[in-house]
């Protein structure tokens, strides 16, 4: 079971969390992979997400990649969620730290996976920090873009069948940055009186 450290709720009913916990026990509509764009679930969060998953999430992604083609930044793919307790595993492709346009791919990332699970009709979607591991995005820095990419649909989208967004993260530093992250955008927020 996951424990939530902050919440900001919206108007709208919508919520942004964030977590500490394990994002493959995590029960909601969809999590979120930080996969590569071939969908190879060999490392990190997507080897956790495969081996918990089952073969299948492996099986379904190769299906995806024939029938597609690589996945963009922008267009998520997904998948069932196998033997996960979520319905749904969306693939989002986030940047490797050095190829340039880091924080408009991660930000395609973010709003991708959220549209995608809007055109899914789902309620409540769960992310691990995408790129800070193996692709090396700083942490601090991705926290912010996932915050005002969060926050950005959510106001452009109130009617969204997306209610629900957890943010959940296991290792304390990646925790850390993300919850000093979210404390400075509630500040600036506040400040700006948004």
């Known amino acids: 079971m996951s424990e939530i450290l902050v919440s900001q709720s919206y108007p709208s009913g919508q919520k942004l969390e964030i977590a500490r916990g394990d994002l493959t026990t995590e029960q909601v509509d969809a999590i979120v992979n930080a996969a590569n764009a071939h969908l190879m679930h060999g490392g990190g969060v997507a080897a956790a997400i495969s081996r918990r998953g089952g073969l299948s999430i492996q099986q379904e992604s190769d299906a995806w990649v024939r029938a597609h083609g690589a996945v963009p930044h922008h267009q998520p793919a997904y998948t069932s969620g196998g033997n996960l307790p979520c319905r749904f595993v969306i693939h989002a ?44 995005f700083p942490k601090e820095r991705a926290a912010a873009i996932f915050f005002n990419g969060i926050d950005e649909f959510f106001r452009q989208h109130p009617a969204s069948t997306v209610k629900w967004v957890r943010i959940t993260l296991y290792d304390d530093p990646t925790l850390q940055a993300f919850l000093d992250g979210f404390e400075a955008w509630r500040s600036k927020n506040q400040a700006e009186g948004a």
């Open 93 to 136: 492709v986030g940047p490797v730290w050095g190829s340039g346009d880091e924080d408009g791919k991660l930000r395609q990332a973010i709003l991708g996976s959220l549209q995608r699970a809007d055109e899914l009709r789902l309620t409540s979607i769960a992310f691990p920090a995408i790129s800070t591991g193996i692709f090396g």
